[in-house]
């Protein structure tokens, strides 16, 4: 999945508002945005050395049980229509595919060749495909995240709805991008393995919190929109390894952002049948995210060491442009053209309300990026990265 920083204005909590975790910081409680139900409060603030922890006020199931029959009553069309954007496995890639092969006699020359060609590649991109690879190895917070939504979820670990399957599914598919980044990223010797390790270990710990408040609306907005942005990620990954002269890596890259694209394809499927069947329901849900915001799913990374690791790599990415706040402002627009929200009628004045927010927002986060930016360039600085032994990158 993917990243990025949109200075105090988007996206991401700052680590100084929604990082309070550990023995060495303190902890503030943000209140997070309301639907239908009350809020819960979450706890554990003082706990020491723990890794780092959302602590706002956590809304939890805001469907209301009619619509959750809704999603229920939706499982034949998901199976015709969203059951068939999974490959079946036999067809599928494996990293394998990609990587040295440990039984052939070439093996050591293949290798040898996979770290001249890592040697050409400069530190920043190795920072930004680490961030890329630690989001994707987080993959057992994702499946959580699905099967938190209300009637989507695999009741049973091995249900037979249509959901559960393609919650599965999904799962199995995505499962091979951290490893095969994993199996390159070792084989490449340009990064501190063990500290990855180490961050992996801490973001899982972690958890997120996307705020879709076991509402598959919100839930399905959620990764259409994430779905987009790994794409986006991963291809730029892809052209930047090209550029560099490794065409192996790019290929890597590449191969991995068109699953998430064939992914994007069916999250946004869903949701556009949830425009046909509920427009006022859905166009205020998609409000409703955005002005949450999208918080990315390793936000609350941590490595044991840097208390802003988040924020110093999507500083990274934004400046390599391998993610980018415009690019933020591309996928919400992209969604509205998607979902046709300018077009929708019929509309309650709340939804109306929600549909002009949300089709007036790229504009609006595009003119807030440009403001960012020039005071990044300002700032710029020097930051060292575990990931790489400590060297330092410009964020
Ligand atoms: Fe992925
Ligand atoms: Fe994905």
Redesign the pocket.
Known sequence: ?ALLRLGSVMTFPSSSSNKPFLNCRSPTISMASTLHSVPKETENLKKPCLPPREVHLQVTHSLPPQKVELFKSLDEWAEDNILVHLKPVEKCWQPQDFLPDPESDGFYDQVKELRERAKAIPDDYFVVLVGDMITEEALPTYQTMLNTLDGVRDETGASLTSWAIWNRAWTAE?NRHGDLLNKYLYLSGRVDMKQIEKTIQYLIGSGMDPKTENNPYLGFIYTSF??RA?FISHGNTARQAKEHGDLKLAQICGTIAA??KR?ETAYTKIVEKLFEIDPDGTVMALADMMKKKISMPAHLMYDGKDDNLFEHFSAVAQRLGVYTVRDYADILEFLVGRWKIEKLTGLSGEGQRAQDFVCGLPPRIRKLEERAQGRAKQASSIVPFSWIFGREVKV
């Open positions: 999945m995505e994430q779905e790994t699953d998430e992914h």
